[in-house]
């Protein structure tokens, strides 16, 4: 055989393997922080009728601007946080994965760096590594808090055209509330990169991917939008909503960074097949929202049972707990999964992360857990 040629990939990917989390078929998964119940069958009924219709006229290109879900989608932005929102305010794409990364195609790029906080979402260096930008991140407190001085300072030396801020947090759960979101935006107006000796503000980021498990008193930063055009609100079906499989996350942001977003997104990006789908799932909204009281009463139930097991938990209000430290966290975890139980090795030395589950699955994973640290 010919010896194949050498391809010419990009030598920063010469180390990387490709990005994901373990997906085992095993009793309780609890690793990617997935709503745990399936679809109703009256959704399922729904969604199946959508996709059939929009199957008839797959041989067109979907709506390029996908306007009917841009409305579903703010009627449901509406009914949770009581905010309107028009369609020139909202885009969307596969995940919120991709949002971000059509957000960073658009405010990034070569010679810029994003700033983030250490100890958040693993994906992020991905996507700013994509955008052949530098990723610098500032640390956080010893409780896993925020450290908005060090945030601040952060922003003022760095300069950076994006801030990513996930909130609640991943891995660790924590949240800033809305006193301290204001403090980001006002110091964030002008600390981009210069254009043309003029200042240019942070694109702040505020990754809402876990907002619906927020406490109930804490406002989402959408109520910030109106004060603050350089903000946007990352948000997902994935996680509340149920919706995982479907892949579709969603941005709120002032119409000036809709129309940039748009200057970099492929299009047709979402299929008439996903459209369809998201549309009929929306209409489900109620009955999606009736489950999140119960996964935060559980989620509340299991941080206390590891607390009183003598744990650190630091406050969470996102539908998973961190969890520690172990002096041999890989042994827990590799011990867990022998007995069915998938979870997540992630965040600061020697902490884990479950994600909260069905009823059967949190029992599942105590005794599991219980076996393991016996
Ligand atoms: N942001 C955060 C903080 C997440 O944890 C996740 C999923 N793990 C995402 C964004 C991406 O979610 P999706 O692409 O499914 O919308």
Do not use: C
């Not at 929202?289 to 996102?318: F, N, S």
């Amino acid at each position: 055989m010919e010896q194949s040629p050498l391809l010419p990939l990009r030598e920063e990917l010469a180390q990387v393997t490709p990005y994901g989390a373990p997906q085992l078929e095993v009793s309780a998964r609890l690793n990617v922080n997935e709503n745990p119940y399936s679809p109703s069958l009256e959704m399922i009924t729904d969604i199946t009728q959508a996709v059939s219709e929009a199957a008839a006229g797959l041989n067109r290109y979907p709506d390029r601007d996908f306007t009917a879900l841009r409305e579903a989608l703010a009627g449901y932005i509406k009914r949770e946080s009581g905010l309107d929102f028009p369609v020139e305010q909202i885009w969307a794409a596969n995940g919120s994965n991709e949002v971000m990364t059509q957000l960073l195609g658009a405010y990034a790029g070569p010679g810029r760096t994003v700033l983030g906080t250490e100890y958040s979402y693993s994906m992020y260096p991905e996507y700013v590594r994509g955008a052949h930008s530098k990723y610098v991140t500032v640390p956080r407190q010893s409780d896993w808090n925020l450290d908005l001085d060090a945030l601040l300072q952060g922003l003022q030396e760095v300069r950076p055209s994006v801030l990513l801020l996930a909130n609640p947090n991943n891995p660790t759960g924590t949240a800033s509330g809305e006193a301290e979101l204001v403090q980001i935006l006002q110091q964030a107006k002008e600390t981009g990169p210069e254009i043309n000796g003029r200042p240019t503000a942070t694109v702040v980021v505020v990754d809402e991917a876990y907002g619906e498990f927020r406490d109930p008193e804490q406002p989402s930063a959408l109520a910030l939008l109106e004060k603050f055009p350089h903000l946007a609100v990352s948000r997902t079906m994935s996680k509340s909503f149920g919706m995982a499989g479907l892949r579709l996350g969603y941005l709120v942001a002032a119409k000036t960074v809709i129309a940039d977003i748009m200057r970099v997104r492929l299009p047709y990006h979402l299929s008439a097949l996903t459209q369809a789908a998201a549309i009929a799932a929306l209409g489900h909204a109620e009955e999606q929202l009736r489950q999140l009281a119960e996964l935060r009463e559980r989620r509340d139930a299991l941080a206390a049972w590891l607390e009183a097991k003598g744990y650190t938990v630091p406050k969470t209000q996102a539908n998973f707990v961190l969890f520690g430290p172990f002096p041999d966290r890989h042994q827990v975890f590799s011990d867990l999964l022998d007995r069915g139980v998938l979870i997540r090795e992630v965040g600061p030395a020697g902490f884990l992360r479950v994600s909260i589950g069905t009823a059967a699955e949190d029992q599942a994973f105590r005794k599991a857990f219980e076996e393991v640290t016996k």
